[in-house]
């Protein structure tokens, strides 16, 4: 008996692989863009949703939280002195006119002051609002987010804007 071989069974697995992966990718790519948005935020066509109105908005609280560190860290060096915002660009990767390169995100007011207590730790600024990242890019435009630190008990909280800084809330 002479033995055939099934040529087309390779073929059939692999478009049934394909057929299961672009459905997951199709499930995937959905989910994201009805992921929740920020509060505030008002999903639209520009934004393309709540997922990538999300991941917007973290890449500024990532430059906010790279600004803060480098602000401390320059305050508890300056031990008592008071230190502007603008004195630590550099040190948070900013060009020194607080601008993101490729220039995507700006920090345009870098005039207020942040001191620390040696002795306590404790921090003082001259403004509740610390700083403010502004998205300066055609796709960011909108998307703000503030830092604000409570003097006496030395808590920071960010408060983040998708409406180019008419409403922010907490995120």
């Known amino acids: 008996m002479a033995r055939t071989r099934a040529r087309g069974f390779a073929v059939v697995l692999l478009l049934i692989a394909l057929l299961i992966v672009g459905v997951l990718a199709v499930i995937a790519v959905s989910q994201y863009h009805l992921a929740p948005s920020p509060p505030g935020a008002a999903p639209d066509a520009t934004s393309g949703g709540g997922g990538i109105t999300a991941a917007k908005t973290t890449e500024a609280k990532q430059i906010a939280g790279v600004l803060w560190t480098a602000l401390r860290t320059s305050a508890m060096a300056a031990c008592g002195t008071p230190i502007t915002v603008r004195e630590s660009y550099v040190k948070a ?5 607080g601008d993101t390169l490729p220039p995507r995100w700006s920090i345009p007011s870098g005039g207020a002051t942040l001191v620390a207590e040696c002795a ?14 502004e998205g300066t890019a055609a796709d960011v435009d909108a998307v703000r987010v503030q830092l604000e630190v409570d003097s006496p008990r030395g808590s920071t ?7 180019r800084g008419a409403t922010f809330d907490g995120c």
């Open 93 to 97: 990767g900013l060009t020194t006119s």
């Open 120 to 133: 306590t730790g404790a921090y003082a600024v001259s403004d509740p609002i610390l700083f403010t990242v």
């Open 157 to 163: 909280r960010l408060l983040c804007s998708t409406d």
